[in-house]
């Protein structure tokens, strides 16, 4: 397997070589497989892109909540502080 100084012949490396290497066993080529991860990789940032919209009309929806605490009006926020603020403390 090695030569007298111990090192490896090409052919040893190429046949080692050639038994690491793994080919698909559905018969896709390499342009098949590179075409099929650029596709998920499409598919993956539209995902992404579709979520990060979803989060931003989420965030946006406050604004138009009346239920929100932003969007009440001054008395109410003081009369909630007034009523929370009367709970004694846990400790």
């Known amino acids: 397997m090695s030569g007298p100084s111990g090192s490896n012949t090409a052919e040893e490396v190429a046949a080692a070589?050639?038994?690491?290497?793994?080919?698909?066993?559905?018969?896709?080529?390499?342009?098949?497989?590179?075409?099929e991860a650029i596709d998920n990789l499409t598919r993956d940032a539209e995902a992404r892109s579709s979520a990060e919209k979803e989060k931003a009309r989420e965030d946006e929806e406050w604004l138009e909540n009346?239920?929100?605490?932003?969007?009440?009006?001054?008395?109410?926020k003081w009369t909630n502080m007034a009523i929370v603020s009367r709970f004694p403390p846990r400790y």
């Open 17 to 35: 070589a050639a038994a690491t290497l793994t080919l698909p066993q559905d018969g896709k080529t390499e342009k098949g497989i590179r075409s």
């Open 66 to 76: 009346p239920a929100h605490p932003r969007n009440w009006s001054s008395t109410k």
